[in-house]
């Protein structure tokens, strides 16, 4: 499974490794307001807000349509695109009565630069949204929460990995995680085991080439559904970000983008590529010696 790193190629697995975030702060508060006396003005309008919460992602559903339609395989996976025009369904569907933000992990204080920078290159792909302030985010879109951030150093290396603990708060009774309400067998995809890919590479005629690919920010081009934009907020420096595309420590990112992925498998084997297994975004093509 990927990492959200800014640069370098992802890890296969990350974990905060870092103490739990103890306290939670709520959003919004109420308090007595001091008298002021009336003043006369002229009225004066707010502009609307815009709502953060968008279908953000790199692909082109109208021109994948078409291609699977070529193809003549669009009946299975038109629920992918789907998903690529109004956003997936990531299962964060479970209801938020009050706003909540976490406190990030205390590895984040390891390398806060390399965090702000995450953030101005997501933003820049429009996968973050604007920083706002927590009550004039939850004045926009209502209640919402946040999971904390944590950093994963990656061996041998100075480069970090940014992770959102999704799974925080752990086994809580009074308070859920996002992840405890993810089924991750909802959320099914296909994976090229090494057994079947060393027998693959072995029953290979001689004359054979073979070649290695992954997607670039695999699970980030795939886009949420706005509706659970609520439940992948993140938290920094004061400010809220709405996260828009799925993320890594999400428990059904792996499945979510599965399908993506076990979609272009499909289009590359319709065209008449292959032998080809794929590991989620890690993919190895086979050429025989009889294909052009």
Known sequence: MPCLALTEKRSASAGPNTAAASSTVHASTITDAAYAPAVTTEPRHALPQTDPRQVVTPLDPDKVEMKLRELGILAQWQHVVDGLRLG?????????????????????????????????????????SQAFNPDNLEGIIGAFRT???????????????????????????????????????????????????SELIMDLPPGSLAATFDISAAYRITPVIPSQQNALCI????????????????????????????????IYRASGFGPLKKWVDDFLVIRLPNQQ
């Open 235 to 266: 938290f920094w420096r004061g400010k809220i970000y709405v996260d828009r595309a799925v993320a890594f420590g999400l428990r059904s990112s792996a499945g979510v983008f599965g399908a993506l992925a076990d979609m272009l498998v499909a």
């Open 147 to 197: 999971s904390p951030l944590g950093l994963v150093p990656k061996p041998g290396s100075s480069k970090f990995c940014l992770i959102q603990d999704m799974s925080f708060p752990h086994n809580d009774p009074l308070m859920k995680s996002v992840n405890a309400s993810i089924i991750s067998d909802d959320f099914p995809t296909e994976w090229g085991t090494f057994a079947q890919t």
């Open 88 to 128: 997936f369904d990531v299962g964060a569907s479970a209801p938020i009565p009050q706003s909540l933000q976490f406190k990030n992990h205390s590895s984040t204080e390891l390398a806060p630069d390399f965090i702000d920078s995450y953030i101005l290159q997501e933003q820049a792909a429009g996968r973050y």
